[in-house]
């Protein structure tokens, strides 16, 4: 099914240790993002992308490396994870100033110990 | 920071109700959108409207936006167990990247 495919679902690592979680779409969408969701804090916005080779910080990027190397994929890279990591991660894609609005990923659990 | 403001932040009505939410933002938009999120999973696109529009439909969906005063509405008719979620407004700036800001969302609940 076309869609926005997103793993791993669930994580779990330790504090320190580093992880890339895999974004990819096959809906030929030039725009990509991530963003976190934390209880209580709505989405934050961490990288975007608007073409491959184009990326820029969002509102929480500390912490977090990403590349558009192609335009279907967007992984998103934890450097050193920590405690306040913790969170479920969500990849978006959409055309470019479309009028059918973003399509997300089923989201990534992860958990830092 | 967060554009969008939610209000409620929590209703709970009977199945055939009417639910309405509200969103306020603050800078100049290019479009505002709503995204349904059931319990444990991914966000849904549910309806856009641009900043030239006043109103809009889909099914039983209202959306209305003010740009004066920074607001939008979404109205569910004739509710549903199964509209048991959480909204959220998000908007897309006038200029610059096509970045959508959340706001932290209205909890849905509808009593059967």
């Known amino acids: 099914n076309a869609g926005v495919t997103q793993t791993p679902k669930f994580q779990v690592l330790k504090t320190g240790q580093s992880m890339t979680l895999q974004c990819a779409q096959d809906m030929n969408h030039e725009y990509m993002s991530w963003y976190r969701q934390d209880p209580g804090m709505g989405l934050r916005l961490i990288h975007y992308s608007v073409g491959a080779g184009i990326t820029d910080q969002g509102e929480v990027p500390n912490g977090y490396n990403v590349s558009r190397s192609t335009t279907e994929d967007f992984p998103l890279r934890l450097l050193s994870a920590a405690p306040s990591q913790t969170s479920v991660y969500f990849c978006?894609?959409?055309?470019?100033?479309?009028?059918?609005?973003?399509?997300f990923g089923s989201g990534t659990r992860l958990t830092v110990v | 920071s967060q554009q969008g403001e939610e209000d409620p932040q929590a209703l709970s009505i009977q199945e055939g109700e009417n639910a309405t939410m509200n969103c306020s933002y603050k800078t100049s938009i290019n479009n505002l959108q709503w995204y349904r999120q059931n319990s444990g999973r991914g966000l849904v696109h549910l309806i856009l409207?641009?900043?030239?529009?006043r109103e809009k439909h889909s099914g039983r969906l209202r959306v209305t936006l003010d740009t004066s005063k920074k607001s939008s509405s979404l109205l569910i008719t004739a509710s549903r167990a199964a509209d048991t979620a959480s909204y959220f407004c998000?908007?897309?700036?006038?200029?610059?990247?096509?970045?959508?800001?959340f706001g932290q969302g209205t909890r849905l609940t509808i009593n059967p």
């Open positions: 409207i641009r900043s030239n529009e």
């Open positions: 998000a908007t897309v700036a006038f200029q610059g990247a096509q970045k959508l800001v």
């Open positions: 978006a894609s959409s055309y470019w100033r479309t009028s059918n609005g973003y399509t």
